[in-house]
């Protein structure tokens, strides 16, 4: 049996190596390089492919892996919304996720970044770096005089609750799957317009699905409470970043924490020191002092990059294997 796996960072390279020598039954080859349609056949002969990238699935893309007998795939993260699922469906691909990494690496994220905008630090770190020591008018909100509103109660908003909570702050949440536990404990509200009503921080954890496509638009954030806090760790494809941008520019958002962007393939996890900047209205947030922005590295923690390594390694085997994979995804 033979697994190739693509674009293995060099902070992955010793999980492939342990995974590898805790199955020497299997062949383990590996490459740097991106999963393409030039560079699948790289892995002639192999049973399956362990991948991961921010980049598309496209259809040349899962055809050329066709092309060379790979159907089975296993992704070494959560999001599948950037696989072109009809093609892998024609194609006959199964794919498996790992849809349970590491929620605490995303939601302590989260939580960082929702304490930080609240003390304003990036403003306090402009302020020292340039000799201005003083206070004012740089006063903090504690975060226990917030309510924050979860959009999504999964895996990682679930976390990212208990973290709010930890700190004091009042939680609320909307999921239209509520989980039972949580609804007994009455953090529910009844909808989105609701949540938006009582926010102080608005705190989204949903997939990118086609209903949730810029479901932070003008209107949503209109409802929300004047000096509102947005933070989006999950995806770009949720916030319509131009509606933020008049949010921010008109004094209704307080500030903004993005992990993730709408236009980020291709711009983040690139060194562009000495570079034109690709993106206007991208720089144009990194420079605002309200505004936290981290190239998509919320979930880029040791233990989380273990787990994905080593459980997208396992799922691949299950396939090739022909039993039933233990995180399927759905291809279609
Ligand atoms: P999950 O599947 O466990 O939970 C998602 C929840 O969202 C579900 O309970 C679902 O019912 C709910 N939901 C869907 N649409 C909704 C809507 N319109 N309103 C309210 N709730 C809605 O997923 P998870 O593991 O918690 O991950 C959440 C998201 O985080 C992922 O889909 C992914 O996009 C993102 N993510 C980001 C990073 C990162 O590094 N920034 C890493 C991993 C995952
Ligand atoms: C995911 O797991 O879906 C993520 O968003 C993290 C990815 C950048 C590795």
């Not at 509200?189 to 989204?204: F, N, T």
């Not at 003008?218 to 989006?232: E, G, L, Q, R």
């Not at 509606?243 to 983040?268: C, N, P, R």
């Not at 989380?304 to 390594?309: C, D, I, L, Q």
């Amino acid at each position: 049996k033979k697994i190739f796996a693509f674009s293995i960072r060099k902070d992955e390279e010793p999980y492939v190596k342990e995974w590898a020598k805790d199955h020497p039954e299997v062949e383990v080859e590996y490459t740097d390089e991106l999963l393409t349609p030039e560079t699948a056949a790289k892995a002639k002969g192999a049973d399956g492919v362990v991948v991961y990238q921010q980049l598309d699935y496209t259809p040349e893309t899962l055809q050329a892996l066709a092309d060379e007998g790979i159907t089975k795939m296993s992704l070494r993260n959560v999001g599948v919304d950037n696989i072109d699922m009809a093609k892998a469906k024609e194609l006959g691909f199964e794919i498996t996720n790992v849809p349970v990494y590491s929620p605490n690496a995303i939601a302590e994220h989260a939580a960082i970044q929702t304490a930080r905008i609240l003390r304003q630090t990036k403003v306090l770190d402009e302020k020292i770096a340039n000799g201005d020591l003083r206070w004012a008018p740089t006063i903090g909100r504690e975060v226990r005089d917030q309510t924050v509103g979860v959009i999504g109660t999964g895996h990682i908003g679930r976390v990212y609750m208990q973290i709010m909570e930890g700190f004091g702050a009042k939680v609320i949440a909307y999921d239209p799957f509520e989980n039972p536990e949580l609804k007994k404990q009455g953090y529910y509200v009844d909808s989105l317009d609701d949540l938006y009503a009582q926010a102080d921080v608005v705190s989204l954890h949903v997939p990118a699905t086609k209903e949730n496509f810029h479901m932070i638009d003008k209107d949503a954030i209109a409802k929300m409470k004047d000096n509102v806090v947005i933070v989006n760790c999950s995806r770009g494809a949720l916030v319509d970043t131009d509606a933020v941008i008049e949010g921010l520019d008109s004094g209704k958002i307080f500030g903004f924490i993005m992990d993730t962007y709408e236009d980020e393939v291709g711009i983040f996890n690139e060194d562009w020191r000495g570079k034109d900047f690709p993106d206007k209205r991208l720089k144009d947030l990194i420079d605002r002092s309200n505004v936290l922005v981290t190239p998509h590295t919320a979930f880029y923690t040791t233990h989380a990059v273990r787990n994905m390594v080593l459980n997208a390694f396992d799922n691949n085997l299950e396939l090739i294997n022909g039993e039933e994979a233990d995180t399927p995804v759905k291809v279609g």
